[in-house]
């Protein structure tokens, strides 16, 4: 088995016959979603799933290099069980924060679970079109987007804020929750379209085959 | 006797005096930082009173914050307007650092959704996972029934054909057949084994009727209305597809009419299809005895109602009763349709 760097900070590929991509648990031996995990040089590296996280189905399609790093502060909106966000906790590191937002109870439970594990997870049951409830985490160095709502765009404006400059979002878009009867495609035009009056953007990702009628941003804010 | 009166009235001024000063409204403003490690109040930029919660206490106290900055006002006895200013971020680190406090904001956030999280819940809850339970049930009974017939079918045909309902054939499952049959010849062991499942089955027949009991005691209790209109397990249906009283009791009518029907609702939305008259609906006791033709405007009739009771159930956490009327109206518009 061979265990190589990616040009993504933290996130390392596997290549046993297939390629896989994986990242190094900050909580060795622990797997909350029962995820493969492979030893190495001492080190634990979980697997990230493509089909089960739409950040990795964007790397498996190779989108461009990101900014994230380790000891960033990342704004995780949709943060859901904390299966995608728990990936994102390795990748920042102890010195690094997770501020995870949810609307769904049911979800945040198991999120709990999780980030009481990883120390750099912060649960907080939220409402992400009101980001005052949250407006006490201070500035983000990115931010994760993946709320299956018809307003995402304007949601994303509205949390654009927390972002320092230089900072980059990741966002993913489901078309079947914006519009159940357009064709997906039409619907990322003008998701685009929208996007492109206050972000630029730097790369998208269709997540064929990984995920059904979904794409992926990538995106930083317009210098004004 | 006059001086000495007249001391005793100087002595009384003076303290009155006093008094008044210290009554003096102050045109500071008093500042209450609240942060999820306790209270702090500043006037005139110097720290006048702080209350430090325990580590373990903190959670709890921030989420009941509004009621504790009030006890916490009186104690600073400061005649002043006061303001409260929530600190958070990279102010409250350097605040904690200030105060001496070691805070870790992770660990609180934990305990504090964890709080927000069991504040949330509420006995509709249950209801829903009752009533999912109880659906599911219904298909494993039926399920289990038909793959029973046809298994003991093999054997006794004849007899399996003269049952028509699930309480006759559980009646003769598993017996040793007597006279001719044009079933096959069945051991010991292979009717053995269908007369336990049998009996499993009736187990579980048993079990949903005492999942049906223990819905309808708890729906009269939280949602005494719905319970009568609509029926406990329609209600509890309802609720489960709502996703809660709250939202149920926040929905038109004409949604409460469908719900159920999603799918056929979508391959209207989608194909241009015929929109679906009735989902859940469809199982209340009422729509059997009325004409199929009719069943799309009773739905229409009974959601209107649902949607009344689940309201007034909601917002009056199942105090108020007025199930009465609402029949009364129903009854009165089936006559006219």
Redesign the interface.
């Known amino acids: 088995m061979k265990i190589t760097k990616s040009k993504y900070e933290g996130i390392f590929l596997v290549e046993n016959g297939k390629k896989k991509i994986a990242t190094i648990n900050l909580v060795p031996g622990y797997t909350p979603f029962s995820e493969q995990t492979v030893k190495q040089d001492g080190k634990e590296y979980r697997i990230w799933n493509p089909h089960r996280s739409k950040w990795a189905a964007a790397i498996m399609k190779n989108i461009k290099k990101f900014s994230l790093k380790k000891g960033d502060n990342v704004l995780y909106l949709g943060a859901a069980s904390g299966q995608s966000a728990s990936y994102i906790s390795d990748i920042v590191g102890k010195e690094g924060?997770v501020f995870c937002i949810d609307i769904a109870?049911r979800v945040?439970?198991d999120l709990?679970f999780v980030?009481?594990k990883k120390?750099?997870?912060?649960?907080?049951?939220a409402d992400a079109t009101n980001p005052k409830e949250y407006?006490?985490?201070?500035k983000v160095d990115f931010i994760f987007q993946d709320v299956a709502m018809p307003n995402q765009v304007e949601i994303l404006k509205r949390n654009a804020h927390f972002l320092k400059d230089g900072g980059q979002i990741l966002l993913a878009v489901k078309s079947r929750s914006i519009d159940?009867?357009a064709k997906p495609s039409d619907i990322f035009a003008k998701v685009e379209h929208q996007l492109a009056k206050d972000f630029d953007i730097i790369d998208k990702k269709r997540l064929e085959p990984y995920e059904m009628d979904h794409i992926v941003f990538l995106l930083s804010k317009k210098v004004k | 006797m006059k001086k000495e009166f007249k001391h005793k009235k100087r002595k009384h001024a003076k303290s009155k005096e006093k008094k008044r000063a210290k009554k003096q409204v102050e045109r500071e403003p008093v500042v209450i930082k609240v942060t999820p490690f306790g209270l702090f109040a500043f006037h005139k930029n110097k720290l006048v009173k702080k209350s430090i919660w325990k580590e373990n206490e903190a959670a709890e106290n921030f989420f009941k914050r509004d009621e504790l900055i009030k006890e916490f006002r009186s104690k600073v006895g400061i005649r002043a307007k006061y303001e409260t200013h929530s600190i958070f971020g990279s102010e409250l680190e350097d605040f904690a650092k200030k105060q001496g406090i070691k805070f870790n904001f992770q660990k609180f956030m934990i305990e504090f959704t964890k709080l927000k999280i069991k504040a949330g819940l509420s006995k509709d809850r249950i209801i829903i996972q009752a009533v999912n339970t109880f659906e599911e049930l219904n298909k494993m009974i039926n399920m289990m029934y038909e793959k029973l017939r046809e298994w003991y079918g093999l054997y006794w045909p004849e007899s399996v054909e003269k049952t028509k309902t699930i309480d006759e054939f559980l009646e003769i499952v598993g017996k040793r057949r007597d006279g001719q049959s044009m079933g096959f010849e069945f051991e010991e062991e292979d009717l053995e084994i269908i007369g336990v499942t049998s009996e499993e089955l009736k187990s579980m027949i048993s079990l949903k009727e005492k999942i049906s009991k223990y819905i309808e005691k708890v729906m009269s209790k939280t949602a005494p209305n719905m319970t009568k209109v609509a029926g406990a397990i329609v209600g509890a249906k309802l609720i489960s597809i709502a996703g809660g009283m709250e939202k149920l009791a926040e929905m038109p009518s004409s949604t409460i009419q469908i719900l159920g029907a999603e799918k056929a609702l979508f391959r209207h939305i989608r194909k241009g299809t015929k929109p679906p008259k009735y989902g859940v609906l469809l199982s209340h006791e009422l729509m059997k005895k009325v004409n199929l033709k009719k069943r799309g405007k009773l739905a229409r009739i009974l959601s209107a109602k649902i949607s009344i009771a689940a309201r007034v159930d909601f917002y009056s956490k199942g105090r108020d009763i007025i199930w009465k009327g609402l029949l009364d109206d129903i009854n009165e518009k089936i006559k006219r349709i």
């Open positions: 924060k109870p945040m439970r709990i980030a009481e120390e750099n997870m912060v649960p907080i049951l407006e006490f985490i201070g159940v009867t």
